[in-house]
């Protein structure tokens, strides 16, 4: 294996950018796991941002900060259902105000309470000037027009001041967040309706293979086997942020591959086996005559050695094994912080490995990096006893990776390990 040393990458953190060149250049020969990262983080730059509606955003990372293009709230509100009264009246002595009127949320001004005066007010209704505080109705006891107060509360006035939470042409959420749902409150409250993000990824999906067909259509003949892996990949480029526009199961044939990614316009081709080495391996070989450039090819890892990735012009090709662990433990840790790369973020975001104690041994590790399918939970991540590469019934037990480096030594139950769940 050579290391390429302008790959390196710290905790999963590129130790700065690599340029494309140097990234289309450097990395053709096999490379360690974090070498293949930073080239990829290297040529996985967004396009030019658009703006979307906030609904639509979800998962996009902001192109532009927001600022608040108004108060909130607006204006002195009430925070709890009850009567807005003034202190000097509450605190020496008067039990007894008279109502002079209602205000509710949405009501215009709500005018202004004088002395031995109070107004009945709503959650989020103006509340009148004058009024220091408003005292929960749980504490007032009405009667025809008046209110009898008997024992008020000290303590929290129960009054929103206009701009409390946040003000006009404050900067809110900085450039760079990733849009969820939290932040998509936010955002609308600060009322935006439009956020400017880099545009989803579009995938075209090639699983390829003569033995693949459609699930529910193998059962009928010995010499076929379902399609594991395509409705998989898919579900991961939904979540990761990505819109899957075209998908196609093609037979071992370089030229049928070629043909089908000539036809969509997608920003990521995901080939799905026919990474490795046998007669009818044509991942690489069916783009060669459309220009690839190769970016690296055979990572130093287990599963996934074969995966590889380049660009056909400004497309990205991944190609990744098809033996289904391995192609799902690459699709995790390239195709997601692609996507994320692509979306504005980056791959620490992609990846975010975690430390969690090891709830069993796990044995040392030989001279590949590994990624291990393992069961995790509050108490810790329980490693698979079985790490076969092609094992498919195994993944519906796992939901997260544990990482260990090359030539790692033995771990012992309780010892912090490295894991990154399984699903992004
Ligand atoms: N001489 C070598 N042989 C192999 C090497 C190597 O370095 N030298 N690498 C091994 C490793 S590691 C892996 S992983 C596999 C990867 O193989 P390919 O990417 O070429 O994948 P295929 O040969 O097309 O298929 C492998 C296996 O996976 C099944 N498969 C493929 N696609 C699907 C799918 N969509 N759904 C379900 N199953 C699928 C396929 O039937 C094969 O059984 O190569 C090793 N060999
Ligand atoms: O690495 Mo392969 O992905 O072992 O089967």
Known sequence: MSRVPDCRMSRGRPMGKLSEMTALTACTASIDFDSALAVLSALANPR????????????????????????SP????AAMDGYAVRDCDLFTGAATFRSIGVSYAGSHDAGEIGPGETMRVMTGAPVPRGADRVVMIEYCRQSEGDVRIDN????KPHIRRRGSDFALGQLLIPEGTKVTPAVAVSAAAADHHELLVSPRPRIQLLATGDEIVAPGAAAGSAF??????????????????????????????????????????????????????????????????????????????KPGKPVWYGKVGARHVLGLPGNPTAALT??????????SCLLGGDVAGALPWHLLPA??????????????????????VEVSDRQDASGQARLAQVNGLVRRPANAPPILPGMPVPTLPLCC
């Open 48 to 71: 030019d941002p658009v703006a979307v509606s906030i609904s639509d955003a979800g998962g996009c990372h902001l192109a532009a900060p927001i600022l608040a293009l108004l108060d």
């Open 74 to 77: 607006r204006h002195a509100c």
């Open 152 to 155: 008020p509360p000290f303590g």
């Open 224 to 301: 076929v086997i379902p399609d594991s892996l395509s409705a998989a990949i898919e579900l991961l480029c939904h979540s990761a942020g990505a819109t899957v526009i075209s998908k196609a199961r093609l037979p071992d044939d370089s030229d049928v591959i070629a043909r089908a990614m000539e036809f969509a316009s997608a920003d990521i081709i995901v080939v799905l086996g026919g990474a490795s080495r046998g007669d009818r391996d044509h991942g690489r070989a069916a783009f060669a005559p459309l220009g690839l450039k190769i970016a690296f090819a055979d990572v130093a890892m």
């Open 330 to 339: 690459t699709a995790r840790l390239f195709l997601s912080p692609l996507i």
């Open 359 to 380: 709830l069993g041994p796990i044995e040392a590790n030989g001279p590949r990096e590994a990624f291990l399918c393992a069961a995790t939970s509050f108490r810790g």
